[in-house]
């Protein structure tokens, strides 16, 4: 089921397009990345799909409600973390939780049980009355994650979350994401300029740029489109001269020492160029496709999109 639906949707600021054209579907239980440099109109996104703003042209869908006219219903049933946590300095992050799950009008009983299980959760049970001030960024990102989730969000609204922390913090908020998506199959919509990130947690990204998007789909969807051709490295025991023909059907082979670089069109011809070059008779000690990274397809798609300008 999508969650998430959103068809030709357009933002203006005025003169300023902020987002053009943009149409994608997020489905339950999938984590679902937007990704672009500053600017490009992620936090936009978020801002329309929770009624915040009314969109210019184009439609939105979230749990089959339309947030610009029922944002209220939208926004009880997400959570957002945007990317300064909303805390309350002064006061204890089990106030903290207090005060936003009463605000939320949530009945005391369950309140009291979903804050000791959000604290237990996000190791912060420890330090649960101590002022949010004497906090590390880790620790209040962690708390505002825990705050987010208060209300059980079908959809968990993630605006930079690993924004200014230690590599180590960064490391231990993935974590926590990835696991929410393991125990509950949580619906997480992530913005990030992080791409390594997108491609640890993500099962689809929208890559946007000055609100368009230029590639939506799995990793491995946008592999195939933008790495049309197929390498793949072949470790031989010792070198050998090989020729494309040798290894119907790759398209080419280049080889340095006893190990190949070899072309095919697609995956599915992997098995076959194994079989020819077990059909060889030389010793193979390692055969791997290389795929690029989400990184690479990222840049290669923001510089055409650039060159593109006028
Ligand atoms: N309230 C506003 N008024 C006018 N222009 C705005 C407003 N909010 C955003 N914009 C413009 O819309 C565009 C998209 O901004 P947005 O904040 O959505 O980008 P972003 O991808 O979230 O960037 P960042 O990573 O810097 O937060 C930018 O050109 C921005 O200047």
Not at 8 to 23: K, N, V, Y
Not at 159 to 171: F, I, K, Q, Y
Not at 184 to 202: D, K, P, S, Y
Not at 255 to 281: F, K, M, N, Y
Request: contains cysteine; charged residues 25%.
């Amino acid at each position: 089921m999508e969650t998430i639906i959103v068809e030709h949707l357009t933002h203006a600021f005025g003169e300023r397009r902020a987002l053009e054209d943009l149409s994608f579907t997020v489905g339950e239980g999938e984590v679902f990345a937007l990704l672009g440099p500053n600017g490009a109109g992620k936090t936009t996104t978020v801002r329309l799909l929770n009624g915040l703003y009314r969109a210019t042209a184009g439609s939105v869908r979230v749990l089959g409600l339309e947030p610009a006219t029922q944002g209220e219903q939208v926004r009880a049933q997400t959570g957002v973390l945007t990317e300064s946590p909303a805390l309350y300095e002064r006061l204890t992050a089990r106030q903290n939780l207090r005060f936003f799950g009463e605000m939320a009008g949530m009945p005391a009983g369950e309140l009291r049980r979903r804050m000791e299980e959000l604290l237990e959760f996000f190791d912060l049970a420890e330090r649960a009355d101590e002022r949010v001030a004497t906090f590390s960024k880790g620790m209040k990102q962690r708390l505002a994650l825990a705050r987010a989730l208060l209300n059980r969000p079908k959809i968990l609204f993630l605006d930079e979350p690993t924004a200014g922390l230690d590599p180590e913090a960064s490391r231990q908020v993935r974590e926590l994401i990835a696991s929410l998506r393991r125990e509950n199959g949580q619906t997480v919509f992530l913005c990030t300029h992080i791409l390594t990130e997108a491609e640890r947690l993500c099962d689809r990204v929208l890559i946007l740029h000055q609100g368009r998007a230029l590639a939506v789909g799995s990793l491995a969807e946008l592999q195939q489109r933008f790495n049309p051709g197929v390498w793949v490295e072949v470790q031989l025991l010792e070198p050998r001269a090989i020729a494309p023909g040798d290894l119907t059907p790759a398209l080419q082979v280049q080889a340095q020492d006893a190990l190949l670089r070899v072309q095919v069109s697609r995956l599915e011809d992997i098995p076959t160029l194994i079989h020819r070059l077990a059909g060889l008779g030389t010793p193979i000690l390692r055969v791997e496709p290389l795929r690029p990274s989400l990184e690479e397809i990222y840049f290669k798609l923001q510089d055409q999109a650039e060159g593109g300008q006028p």
